[in-house]
């Protein structure tokens, strides 16, 4: 029997990328087969596509990049019986070993041995979703309802980013939560804290026009422009720390000052913005590290530490996507419409080195918001 041929998007080097053909991996007993409909760029899709490297992950090989999508299957594997084909699914693209003691206690986001598609982290590369077809394992596909679109499949993947942080803060009901940065993963945990943890929410960045968009569209209720400073020296970082904490706490929600917050969503990765998180947060708080920035920082520590402020890391997801699709089904009233999140959006194979160009930027040529470009395959 001949072997199947997709197209596939192909990165060969920084910015370098080609339209190949690759051969479909044959159809294992307990695998599927999807045709990939939708794909939503990230932050480490774009890193890898300009520096050919993310952070101190080199790429090694040539590379599909895109992780967060949708598609239909087209067929599946004698084994399974979850699945049909023509179902809508939502692609957790992670395939941990599902053995080690980690996977076995849940925590399968951080298996050792983990194979992520569109990473570089290990070798031989897992190659990522920006291709016509994939072969994938039935137990990490996620029907979507029928009211719920492909698109909104694609967002089922950074909306688990933000689920998983959710549920490291382990937030009482009626919680104050700082957000820094408004990009895509900052909006969406902005929006599970009120949706899920029924916080009251202020988000901070240094974009006023994505700080007023996420409190316009019901991401957030309260927002914090971050001025724009860039302060040298440790005792001028920490100083510049502490005014843009006080800004916070001074933000009024209902008539009152928001004073500190019960947790914080670090979103950024910048120096600065962890330093304000500790000054921001409430004794007994948390801390959730989600941005990748700079992997050597200077922190007020004793400030957390006398206080019994937690650093908590948060990596991907682990047992969420049931959970994200129910809830994008569930009609919450507290959920904003998620569809104004996906700003820009390229139709075909052909228009991927462009969707990456206007993912890279703040605004596209009408002076619309860049906030989620995705890909119709």
Same mark, same amino acid.
């Given at each position: ?56 992950? !080199? +790429?090694?090989?040539?590379? *599909?990049? =895109?992780?967060?999508? #949708?598609?239909?299957?087209? &067929? /599946? %594997?004698? @084994? ?97 939560? !700082? +957000?820094?940065?408004?990009? *895509?993963? =900052?909006?969406?945990? #902005?929006?599970?804290?009120? &949706? /899920? %943890?029924? @916080? ?178």
């Amino acid at each position: 029997m001949a072997t199947s041929r997709v197209k596939a998007s192909v990165l060969h080097g920084a910015r370098e990328l080609r339209l190949e053909e690759r051969d479909l991996p044959p159809l294992g007993g307990n695998d599927v087969q999807v045709a990939v409909k939708a794909t939503g760029l990230c932050g480490s899709d774009l890193h890898y596509f300009g520096h050919f490297r993310n952070g101190d992950i !080199l +790429v090694r090989e040539p590379l *599909t990049l =895109g992780h967060e999508s #949708a598609g239909v299957i087209t &067929a /599946v %594997g004698p @084994a399974v019986t979850s699945l049909q084909a023509g179902d809508h699914v939502a692609l957790e693209v992670g395939q941990p070993c599902e053995k080690c003691e980690l996977c076995q206690e849940g925590r399968y986001n951080i298996c050792r041995d983990m194979k992520f598609r569109s990473s570089a982290k290990a070798y031989p590369h897992a190659q990522g979703t920006l291709q016509e077809q994939i072969t994938h394992p039935a137990s990490w596909c996620h029907k979507l309802p029928p009211d719920v679109s492909l698109e909104l499949g694609a967002l089922v993947e950074p909306l688990s980013v933000a689920l998983h942080a959710s549920d490291r803060a382990r937030l009482a009901p009626g919680s104050t939560v !700082l +957000v820094f940065g408004a990009g *895509t993963v =900052g909006l969406l945990c #902005a929006a599970i804290s009120k &949706a /899920v %943890g029924d @916080a009251r929410v202020v988000i901070a960045d240094i974009q006023e026009d994505r700080v007023r968009f996420a409190v316009d569209n019901g991401f957030a209720d309260a927002f914090v422009v971050v001025p724009m400073k860039r302060p040298d020296t440790i005792e001028s970082k920490l100083e510049f720390a502490k005014q843009v904490a006080e800004a916070v706490k001074a933000t009024t929600l209902n008539g009152r000052a928001l004073g500190e917050v019960s947790a914080t969503y670090e979103c950024t990765g910048v120096e600065t913005c962890l330093q304000a998180s500790i000054y921001a947060t409430a004794p007994g708080g948390r801390i959730m590290l989600i941005g990748m920035g700079n992997p050597i920082q200077t922190l007020p520590i004793s400030a957390a530490a006398l206080r019994e402020v937690d650093l908590v890391g948060v990596f991907r997801y682990a047992n969420t996507y049931p959970r994200v699709i129910e809830l994008l089904a569930s009609k919450n009233p507290r959920l904003p419409d998620f569809t104004t999140l996906i700003t820009q959006r390229f139709s075909g194979m052909e228009s991927i080195p462009k969707a990456f160009d206007m993912a890279a930027r703040v605004k596209d040529d009408e002076g619309k918001l860049v906030l989620k470009v995705v890909v119709d395959m």
